[in-house]
């Protein structure tokens, strides 16, 4: 009986026009499988993190004889590369000076703290087993709570001259004498080992702290189940497919530039241009390093410092135009930056304005449906207080709500996307999908605003369309490789 | 606490200066100013060979509450031109003295350090992106303007002839000496273009 339904259907040709009524658990499947924006990754409890993060700082800790809490940050330091780490990792013997500093033999001697410059008697002095550098208990106590105090984790050097050495979890948290910073240190060792391990991501919300695992990392979706924000797997930011990471942060500074460069560019935090942490600005040196992956980069116009050291002109210039107040040294004696020809500009600037436009165009309406979507869920309780049928009949509606916020979510980035696209055949094609999409949403919309006058079978089909037209414009963009954004 | 760590640690640093400054040639002395140890000033040599030999450098040291924990603050305060330091406000870039500074770090190594820097400049690690640009493309004139300043600002004993003509030139055109000798380091010795920003229009 079913069967000749379906056939019946069938027989309708549009793959598009298949009703996803019948056979839900192979439609749930296959359409996982075709759709781009399909992504799996579960939550995970903090011992669930140390079961998959304990098992790697084992395994590296017996390959290589460093001690758990050297292996562990080790292993952070290197984005959790086990193979990376023990492919390169040589066993060195130890120093013969270094075990002779350290040895018994001197174990009584009173010394002198390098950091106070007081002597104490040996049991007062604590060494790093890393490195062998001794200083007094009152000292590391102090310069680790400061350094815990600023946000460190991982990434506390030893306080010696020189002196390359991390030092590992276990050895600052029995060194801090402040219960409440061990906790703060705790938090933030946690967060270092899931920030630099690819397959988990933190949830984007402050203070939320739920984490997500994936077994293939991307940079796609993730639906926070405890506080219900979206956001990208692989940055943290608001999820932005079909754009790739380094696209869409391209395009949010181009906007907020455009919008008030001064503002934006006073701002005291920015993203790390390589692996796209968000990192703070503390001194006044332009020179940045990110605290994760090390990348070094220019603080006003966010380029690879190493090439800066060739082209350091730039910078300057810029702050000069843009500040007015810059350096006095800074701007004078040189030519200004050659300036596109007047036309050539205008070209740009409308390029930009046309694709702008639509975006902030499509963000609004993802605003005003996100209050219709709240609507729609008060009208539908109203009407099941009242007896006029059950939260299952009016399921259908919720979903055309919740589908009409996807698919309008993903038309707003199409544009940015676009943005990108180099011109031809390939971006022709791509807008004509993107029309396509943008009608149909457009229809859906109208229809959900007056979804009770509307038949069923209608919006059912509507909502097919929908997403058979997302999944076909998800899929071209895939096959679009963007230029890099210069 | 701390506060009490930095005073004892200064004292003692001050002292060790003091106590080494006849062998440790370049570096002058250190010392608290009006009597307080949070505000120091440093004294150093231009290192022999370089632009900066024969000149006096002095060094405007703050200590922060946090030291030895926190690294001192220190700018030149005495003008030089050099790739690493602003021409303008004296400021230096150097690893130590930001991300790189070690608790144990003394004064009296930094300064050694500060000293080092005037002799090996870094510059793919400009502080001063005019002074690092010529420092890489016009590197004669570069020591020349070095040694001007060196002269002029830090006591050092020979002069660059033709940049003193070239000040006296505009200074008798009725401008300020200082602000001549500024606009025409920052223009390449180029007088029109030094003129253009002294007296725009
Ligand atoms: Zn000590
Ligand atoms: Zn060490
Ligand atoms: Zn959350
Ligand atoms: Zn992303």
Redesign the pocket.
């Known amino acids: 009986m079913d069967d000749d339904y379906y056939d019946f259907y069938d027989d309708d040709g549009d793959e598009e026009n298949l009703p996803d009524m019948f056979d839900h658990k192979r439609d749930a499947e296959s359409s996982a499988e075709e759709d781009p924006e399909h992504f799996h990754c579960v939550a995970v409890s903090e011992e669930e993190v140390f079961q998959i993060t304990n098992a790697a700082v084992a395994n590296v800790s017996q390959h290589t004889g460093l001690s758990l809490d050297d292996a562990k940050s080790l292993l952070i330091c290197n984005k959790w590369d086990s193979d990376g780490i023990l492919k390169i990792f040589i066993p060195t013997s130890p120093d013969p000076d270094e075990t002779h500093f350290t040895s018994s033999g001197e174990a009584n001697f009173p010394r002198e703290c390098a950091v106070c410059l007081e002597t104490f008697p040996s049991a007062l002095m604590v060494a790093n087993a890393q490195c062998g550098h001794e200083f007094c208990r009152d000292c590391w106590n102090y310069y680790l709570g400061a350094q815990v105090e600023e946000g460190k984790g991982y990434d506390i050097q030893c306080m010696e001259t020189k002196c390359a050495a991390i030092l590992g979890e276990e050895f600052v948290i029995g060194l801090l004498s402040n219960s409440a910073m061990k906790e703060k240190f705790r938090l933030r060792f946690f967060r270092d080992c899931i920030e630099s391990h690819m397959n988990f991501a933190l ?1 984007a ?1 402050h203070g ?1 702290g ?1 984490v997500f695992f994936a077994e293939h990392p991307d940079n796609k979706r993730v639906s ?1 189940d ?2 219900k ?1 979206e956001f990208c797997f692989a940055c943290g930011s608001d999820y932005h497919l079909p754009c790739d990471c380094r696209t869409i942060r391209h395009w949010w500074r181009k906007i907020a530039e455009d919008a008030n460069t001064a503002s934006y560019m006073a701002a005291h935090t920015k993203d790390c241009p390589s692996c796209e942490r968000s990192i703070e600005k503390n001194g006044g040196c332009n020179h940045m390093v990110c605290r994760i992956c090390k990348h070094e980069f220019c603080w006003i116009c966010m380029g690879d410092w190493k090439q800066h050291g060739k082209s350091y002109y730039e910078c300057n210039r810029y702050k000069a135009a843009k500040e007015g107040t810059a350096d006095p040294a800074a701007g004078s004696g040189e030519p200004p930056l050659p300036v596109p020809k007047e036309s050539e500009a205008r070209i740009a600037l409308n390029k930009y304005l046309f694709y702008f436009t639509r975006w902030k165009g499509h963000e609004e309406s993802l605003a005003l449906e996100q209050k219709l979507f709240t609507q729609i869920q008060e009208r539908v309780q109203t009407k099941i207080q009242h007896q006029q049928g059950t939260l299952i009949d009016w399921q259908y509606l919720t979903d055309a709500g919740k589908l009409l916020l996807k698919c309008r979510h993903a038309l707003q980035y199409t544009y940015a996307f676009a943005y990108y696209v180099e011109d031809g055949p390939k971006r022709m094609l791509f807008e004509h999908l993107q029309a396509d999409l943008e009608s149909t949403i457009e229809n859906l919309s109208f229809s959900i605003e007056r979804a009770e006058t509307v038949d069923v079978a209608g919006l059912q089909a509507q909502m097919r369309s929908a997403e058979f037209r997302r999944k076909a414009l998800f899929k071209d963009a895939k096959m679009l490789a963007l230029p890099a954004p210069s | 606490m701390a506060t009490n760590m930095a005073n004892t640690r200064i004292q003692r640093e001050l002292a060790e200066v003091a106590r080494a400054s006849d062998s440790e040639k370049g570096i002058v002395s250190l010392e608290a100013l009006d009597g307080r140890l949070d505000h120091l000033l440093g004294v150093i040599m231009g290192p022999p060979g370089s632009p900066y030999d024969g000149g006096t450098f002095k060094l405007d040291i703050h200590i922060p509450v946090e030291y030895p924990f926190k690294p001192p603050i220190i700018k030149f305060a005495t003008k030089v031109w050099h790739p690493n330091v602003s021409s303008a406000s004296g400021a230096i870039c150097l690893d130590i003295l930001k991300t790189n500074w070690a608790a144990a770090m003394t004064l009296r190594t930094v300064m050694i350090s500060i000293q080092a820097l005037l002799g090996s400049p870094v510059a793919d690690d400009p502080q001063d992106a005019i002074v690092a640009g010529q420092f890489k493309s016009q590197r004669s004139l570069f020591d020349q303007t070095a040694r001007y300043w060196a002269h002029i600002h830090a006591g050092a004993p020979t002069s660059v002839a033709v940049m003193d003509q070239k000040v006296a030139q505009m200074v008798q055109m009725g401008f300020r000496e200082s602000d001549v000798q500024d606009n025409l380091s920052w223009n390449g010795w180029d007088v029109e273009k030094a003129l253009e920003k002294l007296a725009p229009g």
Do not use: L, N, S
């Open positions: 949830c919300t939320c739920r926070c405890k506080c924000a």
